[in-house]
């Protein structure tokens, strides 16, 4: 599928765990560099999870702000399909980014609690 896009179509992609507001300034500056004919450029956020194990074993996850009816979502699920199993279109920009942080603070959360419990096991200083 990427073939019948390859001659028109500039995609850029971000898979890094950056703020919302940053992504959404580089779309804006992407789209700015619009030519004066041809397909304006696309920028697609679209973060991974899934580790350097993942990573190895091409199953990372990846979250891509674009909707699922978006025109371009079928390319980018091909090209993501080669490091990862599991594409999800979250929406429109910086949703990808907004699922992923989400996904890090639960992750967190249930880290500093599980710690929290190992501490008053160990001390003994569960209180009813």
């Known amino acids: 599928m990427w073939q019948t896009y390859a001659t028109h179509l500039s995609c850029h992609?971000?898979?890094?765990?950056?703020?919302?507001?940053?992504s959404l300034a580089i779309?804006?500056?992407?789209?700015?560099?619009?030519?004066?004919?041809?397909?304006?450029?696309?920028?697609?956020?679209?973060p991974v999870s899934g580790g350097t194990t993942g990573a190895s074993e091409a199953i990372l996850t990846f979250m891509v702000s674009a909707a699922p009816n978006n025109p371009y979502f079928p390319l980018l699920k091909e090209m993501f399909s080669y490091m990862g199993t599991s594409i999800h279109a979250l929406g429109g920009p910086s949703?990808?980014?907004?699922?992923?942080?989400?996904?890090?603070?639960?992750?967190?959360?249930?880290?500093?609690?599980?710690?929290?419990?190992?501490?008053?096991?160990?001390?003994g200083t569960r209180k009813p």
């Open 27 to 46: 779309g804006k500056a992407v789209a700015a560099t619009t030519p004066s004919t041809g397909t304006p450029p696309r920028f697609y956020d679209a």
């Open 95 to 123: 949703l990808g980014l907004a699922a992923k942080l989400s996904n890090n603070h639960l992750s967190g959360m249930i880290a500093l609690a599980t710690a929290e419990a190992k501490i008053e096991l160990i001390t």
């Open 13 to 22: 992609l971000g898979s890094s765990t950056i703020d919302p507001a940053t």
